[in-house]
């Protein structure tokens, strides 16, 4: 995510840009019982850099998901 400007709407104080940042996701998943389920797991920011979409916005750090679906 490249650089963005904000503004809020609260003051004319505050406004200015949140920083560019680069994260790195991935997943890999498997198919059982032919076919009827399949596990994933998903990580998104693998290397755990601190990153904020926002200036009053939340950290985001590594998140890692398990995920089974089941086919009727």
Avoid: C
């Amino acid at each position: 995510q490249d650089k963005a400007y904000w503004k809020d709407v609260l003051a004319p104080l505050y406004v200015g840009w949140t920083e560019a940042f680069t994260t790195v996701n991935g997943s890999f998943g498997v198919k059982w019982a032919g076919g009827k389920l399949m596990t994933t797991v998903k990580a998104n920011n693998i290397f755990n850099a601190n990153m904020q979409q926002h200036v009053f916005g939340d950290i985001i750090k590594r998140q890692i998901v398990g995920e089974a679906r089941f086919s009727f």
